[in-house]
């Protein structure tokens, strides 16, 4: 049991580390249920008709990218096969190219048009109140250009929509990680504008997102990881979120199981 | 005049805001809204500017004082600038503006946050005690909520999600909502204080 006390913690990275890589080598490939949060977006979208408009905010950097980028995949697949136009607008900086090179491909891959099928107005400043602006008239928020600098007069798609607005917008779904993003769209462009929306959240943020799922406001959340393979599943293309799964759930296991053994150890050394 | 004028600015702005959010405007007729929303971005940029100045300046005079860790002031100076040079030239979305961001910004943050994932691991032998009844509860709801999270707990228990669903659900929600009024509250009535003046903190001490 002492051991087990002076346990150096180097040994528990490097157990954390093996089990990361076996399922790598190994998936497990185990079952995945889909919870009513993700059914929720999925149904959203299936009965958006044909040319609708699906607003996707890309407000995260690359430090989540691991969680939201399976997300995006997913959901940008599922608009595709379903013929909705796409918009993608991102609050933060250090979104960079990461959104942008996951559509780029699946716009090839699902022979779409840039300009006609999806838009990307890129990172814009001004955070909130951006998107505020965003609201009465898109091309004064995103300055008339889309991430290229290329002017939103010469894309079909940016044409057609004006504003983050009905009619133009059906469907809103944020990627946040933080400030600004699910909240803000929820408080600026949801309750104000009445355009309805869903989230793509990250693990941590959940519990923070599921008033609001509860209250209606959010037609669904995508919740975290395992959300990406419940709605890989949905679409019936299992990808990466499923197989990550396998290492999220060996990771949880073990940390369960230190919980536990860590527990025995205090309370079996308490009175010495 | 120097605090009564940004004070008049203020409570003007702040009315002008507070009647478009609150009440319905069309937009059509009222054009103010959004050329607020436009001046803020302009002291966006502006900022921006303003911060690249005076973090250069706070940095050289740390490499000229020879500061602790000048070495990193550097470092940071140099990559500053040439990024903002590169995209300057190129814009952001740039090829090899994007090159570093891909090949440099973005490993960097995804192992920063990766690296959590075995400090977390490493703390929850350590560190997560039952030793007293609060603490029981959390490490009780942290264990069913860790493990609904993963197919795992449905693999040990059936229903174990359920379980997971209901304390996000019931307890969560509850406490999350409470809390979030009780900010909210705090920061109305804090805006009200700007508002009407009474709060001056943000123009500064006097001198």
């Known amino acids: ?272 | 005049m120097r605090k009564e004028l940004p004070t008049i600015i203020c409570i003007l702005m702040a009315v002008v805001v507070v009647v478009s959010m609150y009440f319905y405007v069309p937009n059509e007729k009222w054009k103010l809204m959004d050329m607020f929303d436009n001046w803020y971005n302009l002291l966006y940029y502006l900022a921006m500017g303003l911060g690249l100045i005076n973090l250069t300046r706070i940095h050289v005079m740390a490499v000229v004082k020879r500061r602790p860790n000048w070495v990193y002031s550097i470092w940071l100076v140099l990559f500053m600038w040439a990024y903002f040079i590169l995209a300057m030239i190129q814009t952001v979305d740039g090829p090899q503006a994007d090159w570093v961001f891909q090949n440099f910004l973005t490993p960097i943050d995804s192992t920063v946050f990766a690296l959590l994932a075995f400090y977390i691991t490493s703390a929850s032998f350590r560190a997560f005690r039952a030793r007293t009844l609060e603490a029981t509860l959390m490490l009780l709801t942290a264990f069913i909520v860790l493990l609904g999270t993963s197919p795992l707990g449905d693999l040990i228990i059936p229903g174990w999600t359920t379980a997971k669903d209901w304390i996000l659900s019931v307890p969560n929600t509850g406490g999350q909502r409470g809390i979030q009024i009780g900010i909210y509250l705090g920061g109305l009535a804090a805006a009200l204080r700007v508002m009407l003046g009474l709060e001056r903190a943000y123009l500064g001490g006097a001198r």
């Open chain 1, 1 to 272: 049991m002492r051991a087990l006390v002076d346990l150096d913690r180097r040994w528990i990275f490097l157990v954390v580390f093996i089990l990361l890589a076996i399922v790598v080598i190994w998936p497990l490939n185990l079952p995945v249920r889909v919870t009513p949060m993700t059914q929720g977006i999925y149904n959203y979208i299936e009965n958006l008709p044909a040319g609708s408009v699906l607003w996707l905010g890309l407000d995260y950097g690359p430090s989540v990218a691991g969680e939201l980028n399976p997300q995006l995949t997913a959901v940008v697949e599922h608009a595709f096969r379903k013929n909705l136009r796409i918009i993608t607008y991102t609050m933060w900086q250090t979104q960079g190219t990461i959104g942008r090179n996951i559509i780029d491909k699946l716009l090839k891959e699902y022979k779409k048009e840039y300009g006609t099928d999806w838009v990307d107005l890129g990172f814009k400043p001004g955070g909130i109140t951006n998107l505020r602006l965003m609201t009465s008239s898109l091309k004064e928020a995103a300055a008339g250009v889309d991430y290229q600098g290329k002017s939103l007069d010469e894309f079909p798609l940016t044409r057609e929509v004006k504003a983050l607005d009905k009619p133009y917008v059906a469907f809103i779904i944020d990627f946040p990680a933080g400030t600004p993003g699910a909240a803000e769209y929820l408080a600026i462009v949801t309750e104000v504008k009445g355009v309805p929306m869903g989230v793509g959240q990250i693990q941590m943020s959940v519990a923070d997102s599921m008033q609001f799922v509860h209250s209606g406001q959010y037609k669904g959340m995508i919740p975290g990881l395992r959300g990406a393979a419940e709605y890989e599943k949905l679409i019936g293309k299992p990808g990466t979120a499923v197989r990550a799964m396998d290492g999220q759930t060996l990771a949880a296991g073990f940390v369960g199981l230190l919980i536990v053994l860590g527990n025995v150890i205090y309370f079996s050394t308490r009175g010495r």
